[in-house]
């Protein structure tokens, strides 16, 4: 286990044996004057074939000599702690899903599968291409996702046991491709299932829009849920999930986010990758908007600033 300061100056380094059992393990630096006032934990495992776990990790700042009257033993610094305090962070509007028509391209999405359990159904993961995002293909003559083999899940929204949920989407075959079939799963942090379906003779000549009405009755500990949709060769557009049993697309009234010219669900950390900062309205209207966008890292510090 490594502390390692922005430059890679001074460190702290501390190694371990893990044993079957869950243990406490951690490594301490203490700040001198003159030390960055950035710095990251690194954690390296030996190059044998064994696994580690890992668990409840935390950081913790003891104040030092000089810190004035700090009654706790130490302070925890969570930089989300104003956005949790003010509720779920999501689209302003019904619809629970960021970027439901994918006008932001693939921001508010993961691009996964479920890994096989067994080697003979490791041959559809090593088939699968990525997810495309396809301008100008979607229902409304604007932009959609072209599923290949992998699976598109969007980022989590707020759950509440005993609520009902409706889970609705655009799905169409490409042309030529005949009959799709397009899987549904909507499930939660422990990858507990609430609903698993699927969709089925998907038309290639026109979109066609269905729904999953779906009460979420599965102890839910963490207030979380996501959907995935999972198909071959399969375009999906307006995906929506509102509480209650809404299934007709209700366009936010604005979308605002940044979209990166790589993938940004994967962003090795020397890259250097450019931003484009869109806004997206739902309806057409005159006149003019004020914004303003402020973009934060990791750890809550401002990097970028824009207003239009």
Known sequence: MHIVRA???????K???????WHKYSVKWTINAGDSSWFFLRIDKDKSDSTVEFADMSLKWYPGAGAGDIDLEFETFDPFEKAKSEGWQGVPDKNLIYNPDFELGGTGYFYDFSWPKILAHYQKVITAKPTLILEGKGVDGGTCAELNGSGLRAFCFPVVEGETYTVSADLKAPSGNGKGTCSFMAFDMAWQAALYTSAGNIPADQWKRYSWTKTWTKKNQEGKGYVLFSGDKILIDRIQVVVGTEKEYQAPPIMVGLVFDQQQYFIRGRDAVKAQLNIVPGEKRSGTADV???VKDAWGKEVWK???
């Open 306 to 308: 824009k207003s239009l």
């Open 7 to 13: 430059g890679w100056g001074s460190r702290a380094e």
């Open 15 to 21: 190694g371990h044996t893990p044993t079957s059992e």
């Open 292 to 294: 303003s966008a402020v």
